[in-house]
């Protein structure tokens, strides 16, 4: 889960640094926050899907009974 934790924290970075250039540009100020946000809650989701489904190891695991 330590990988999981890392790339959220990568992803959050890069979604504040898209933002903050999104302002800059004076483009969040034509969109309006409510589509700000929503952008943002799915950008955040799909990134939370990424980080789950690429860490852990998968394993099989043999029974061997008698």
Known sequence: MKWAGMYLVGFFILI?????AL???GILASIGATWTVIGVVIAVGIGIM???SNSGSKENIEINRK
């Open 16 to 20: 504040c640094g898209l933002l903050a």
């Open 23 to 25: 302002w800059k540009l």
């Open 50 to 52: 990424i980080a789950v």
